[in-house]
C-alpha cells in the first residue's frame, strides 16, 4: 500500500507543479498593458495606488504551486519509508527542500509585494527537483530510458539552444545599433531599429524558454551525475541550470522591473553563452577522451 500512495503523490505533485508552471507562463508571456508584478500607478484622487485585480489564472497557478508543493513534501516523507533511507544524507532531498522553502517564501510574499512573475522560477524548480527525488535512496545504475524520452529531451535542448542563438545575435546587433546612436553616428541601415530588435530577442527567449525548461526536466533523470559523476557531467549539469536560471531572469525582470534594451541584451547573451559551454562539453569530451584513451 506504501508504495503505491509513494507513486500516487508524486503523479499528483508532478501534474500539479507542470499546471502551474504552465499558467505562470503564459501570465508572463502575455505582456500586455501593464507588467506582472509592478506596482499600479497612484491615484491623485485617492493619494495611494488603489488595489489591483488579480488575475483569475494567476489565483489558480498559486493554488496549484501550494498543493504541488504539499504533494511533494509528502512524497519525499513516504517514498524514505519505502526506501528505508536517511534522505538527508540525498543531494536530490537538499534541494527538494530548498525548492520547497522557496515555494513557502514566495506564496506568502507574492500577495505582500506583488511578485507573482516570481511563480514562473519556482515552479519549474519544484518540478525539476520532484523527479530529482526519483533517485531517493537508489544507488544502482542509472535506469533505462526509451529512445522516445531521450529523444524529447535532446531536441529540446537542440531547439532551445537555436532560439538562443537567434536571441544572443539579435542581441549582438541591438548593442551594435546602440553605440553607434550613442556616438552619433548613423544607424546601420541594413538592421532593424532598436525596438525592434528587442523586440525579436523577447519573443526568441519566450519560444526558447519553455523547451529549455523541457530540457532540464527530463535532464534531471541523469541527475545522479551531481552525486557520483565526472567532473565534465557536474559542469554539464551547472552550465544547464546557469543557462534556464539567466533567460528565467531576464524574461522576469523584463515582467516584474520593465527590463528592456541593453540590460534585456547582456543577460541574453550571458545566457547563450552558458548553452554554448554545454555544447562545447559535449563535442570537446569525446576527443578528450579519445586522447587520453590513445
Same mark, same amino acid.
Given at each position: 500500500?506504501?508504495?503505491?500512495?509513494?507513486?500516487?503523490?508524486?503523479?499528483?505533485?508532478?501534474?500539479l507543479?507542470?499546471?502551474?508552471?504552465?499558467?505562470?507562463?503564459?501570465?508572463?508571456?502575455r505582456?500586455?498593458?501593464?507588467?506582472?508584478?509592478?506596482?499600479?500607478?497612484?491615484?491623485?484622487?485617492?493619494?495611494k495606488?488603489?488595489?489591483?485585480?488579480q488575475? #483569475?489564472?494567476?489565483? %489558480?497557478? *498559486?493554488?496549484?504551486?501550494?498543493? =504541488?508543493?504539499?504533494?511533494?513534501?509528502? &512524497?519525499?516523507?513516504?517514498? @524514505?519509508?519505502?526506501?528505508?533511507?536517511?534522505?538527508?544524507? #540525498?543531494?536530490?532531498?537538499?534541494? @527538494?527542500?530548498? @525548492?520547497?522553502?522557496?515555494?513557502?517564501? &514566495?506564496?506568502?510574499?507574492?500577495?505582500?509585494?506583488?511578485?507573482?512573475?516570481l =511563480?514562473?522560477?519556482?515552479?519549474?524548480?519544484?518540478?525539476?527537483?520532484?523527479?530529482?527525488? &526519483?533517485?531517493?535512496?537508489?544507488?544502482?545504475?542509472?535506469?533505462?530510458? #526509451?529512445?522516445?524520452?531521450?529523444a524529447?529531451?535532446?531536441?529540446?535542448?537542440?531547439?532551445?539552444?537555436?532560439?538562443?542563438?537567434?536571441?544572443?545575435?539579435?542581441?549582438?546587433?541591438y %548593442?551594435?545599433?546602440?553605440?553607434?546612436?550613442?556616438?552619433?553616428?548613423?544607424?546601420? =541601415?541594413?538592421?532593424?531599429?532598436?525596438?525592434?530588435?528587442?523586440? *525579436? $530577442?523577447h519573443?526568441?527567449? $519566450?519560444?526558447?524558454?519553455?523547451?529549455?525548461?523541457?530540457?532540464?526536466?527530463?535532464g534531471?533523470?541523469?541527475?545522479r551525475?551531481?552525486?557520483?559523476?565526472?567532473?565534465?557531467?557536474?559542469?554539464?549539469?551547472?552550465? =544547464?541550470?546557469?543557462?534556464?536560471?539567466?533567460?528565467?531572469?531576464?524574461?522576469?525582470?523584463?515582467?516584474a522591473?520593465g527590463?528592456?534594451?541593453?540590460?534585456?541584451?547582456?543577460?541574453?547573451?550571458?545566457?547563450?553563452?552558458c548553452?554554448?559551454m554545454?555544447?562545447?562539453?559535449?563535442? $570537446?569530451r569525446?576527443?578528450? @577522451?579519445?586522447?587520453?584513451?590513445?
Amino acid at each position: 500500500m506504501t508504495p503505491v500512495l509513494s507513486t500516487l503523490t508524486f503523479v499528483l505533485a508532478l501534474l500539479l507543479y507542470a499546471a502551474a508552471s504552465l499558467l505562470f507562463f503564459m501570465e508572463v508571456a502575455r505582456l500586455r498593458g501593464a507588467s506582472l508584478g509592478t506596482s499600479p500607478r497612484t491615484d491623485p484622487m485617492l493619494g495611494k495606488a488603489p488595489p489591483r485585480p488579480q488575475s #483569475s489564472n494567476l489565483r %489558480l497557478a *498559486a493554488l496549484l504551486l501550494g498543493l =504541488g508543493a504539499a504533494g511533494h513534501a509528502t &512524497y519525499v516523507t513516504i517514498a @524514505s519509508f519505502v526506501a528505508h533511507v536517511c534522505p538527508i544524507r #540525498s543531494v536530490h532531498f537538499m534541494l @527538494s527542500v530548498a @525548492s520547497l522553502l522557496a515555494i513557502a517564501v &514566495y506564496l506568502v510574499a507574492r500577495q505582500r509585494f506583488r511578485v507573482d512573475a516570481l =511563480g514562473m522560477l519556482v515552479a519549474p524548480l519544484g518540478l525539476a527537483f520532484l523527479l530529482g527525488t &526519483y533517485f531517493l535512496g537508489k544507488p544502482g545504475p542509472e535506469p533505462k530510458l #526509451s529512445p522516445m524520452f531521450i529523444a524529447l529531451h535532446v531536441m529540446a535542448n537542440l531547439l532551445g539552444v537555436a532560439l538562443f542563438l537567434l536571441a544572443g545575435g539579435a542581441a549582438s546587433l541591438y %548593442l551594435v545599433q546602440e553605440k553607434r546612436l550613442k556616438e552619433k553616428r548613423a544607424r546601420i =541601415g541594413a538592421l532593424p531599429p532598436l525596438d525592434a530588435l528587442d523586440h *525579436a $530577442v523577447h519573443r526568441f527567449l $519566450v519560444a526558447g524558454f519553455p523547451l529549455l525548461t523541457i530540457g532540464i526536466i527530463t535532464g534531471t533523470f541523469w541527475a545522479r551525475q551531481l552525486e557520483m559523476g565526472t567532473p565534465d557531467e557536474v559542469m554539464r549539469t551547472v552550465f =544547464g541550470y546557469a543557462t534556464w536560471l539567466l533567460i528565467a531572469g531576464v524574461l522576469l525582470l523584463r515582467a516584474a522591473a520593465g527590463w528592456r534594451g541593453r540590460r534585456a541584451a547582456y543577460g541574453t547573451i550571458a545566457g547563450f553563452l552558458c548553452a554554448a559551454m554545454v555544447l562545447v562539453i559535449y563535442l $570537446v569530451r569525446p576527443a578528450a @577522451s579519445a586522447a587520453l584513451g590513445g
